[in-house]
């Protein structure tokens, strides 16, 4: 039977990795390896010297194996497919991540590094994303159909596949996008803002993230603006 590993960088609790899981159960023995809490924007970090706790952990979808991690989401992949699962898996899926991954911020994504590490590994690996709405109409429409998709894709070391679900309602939804490149702009203009002064000069910032609604033509980054779905490659090598 096909094993399965899923991660993301929202935590285990999140609603969006349980749905995956839930999905994912029809393709094969689905096993998580999650964040014990939030680790969103920890792009491709890893765990060198510190150590790393895994408690197993009471999913609620029936038949899968869960346990949550310390570490960062490509920490999960690496703890899950070199030591929790009896062998290499067949597919890492990571997500479905509250939120968009298009453009510059896929560098940024936790929910993108744990696909990476999957990809670093030889495995086939998908990141997916949802905008940051309460509607899953979109997702859980078009989801079987590109599990299935994926498992007879072919990509080159380092690649992945990206996902990313439109928030609206399926009646509103234009379809699906396939071989859409990154947009080379940025998903948010960023700024940081003094928000506390401390002892001896110190100053306390926060960083706000203002919506660039610039966004190329035929890429994955104007796909979701237009509500498509969005499929297509990435990479951070070569």
């Known amino acids: 039977m096909r094993n399965i590993l899923i991660t993301n960088d929202d935590g285990i609790l999140d609603s969006g990795i349980i ?13 998580v390896v999650a964040p014990d809490g939030e680790r969103s924007a920890a792009s491709h970090a890893i765990s060198l ?11 609620p979808v029936e038949g899968v194996h869960a346990y949550t991690c310390s570490g960062t989401p490509a920490d999960c992949v690496r703890v899950g497919s070199l030591y929790v699962l009896p062998q290499k898996p067949d597919l890492v899926l990571s997500g479905i991540n509250r939120g968009y991954n298009v453009a510059t ?7 993108a590094g744990a696909a990476f590490e ?13 905008q940051a709405e309460s509607c899953h109409e979109v997702a859980e429409h078009y ?10 894709m072919q990509l080159d ?6 996902i990313n679900f439109p928030g609206c309602p399926l009646s509103e939804c234009k379809g699906v996008l396939r071989d ?12 940081y803002e003094a928000v ?14 203002e919506y660039n609604e610039d966004a190329e033509p035929g890429t994955d980054f104007r796909a979701v603006t237009e509500r498509y779905v969005s499929v297509g490659i990435a990479s951070n090598i070569g």
């Open 19 to 31: 749905r995956l899981a839930e999905a994912s159960t029809a393709f094969g023995q689905v096993w």
């Open 49 to 59: 010297h510190n150590t790393i706790d895994v408690f197993p952990h009471d999913f």
């Open 105 to 111: 911020d896929i560098q940024y994504s936790g929910t």
């Open 118 to 130: 999957g990809a670093f590994q030889g495995i086939l690996s998908a990141a997916l994303s949802e």
């Open 143 to 152: 989801l079987p159909e590109l599990l299935a998709e994926l498992l007879t």
């Open 157 to 162: 070391y380092g690649q992945i596949v990206n």
């Open 180 to 191: 859409r490149p990154v947009s080379r702009g940025a998903f948010y203009r960023d700024t």
């Open 196 to 209: 506390k002064t401390l002892p001896d000069g110190g100053l306390r910032l926060m960083v706000h993230g």
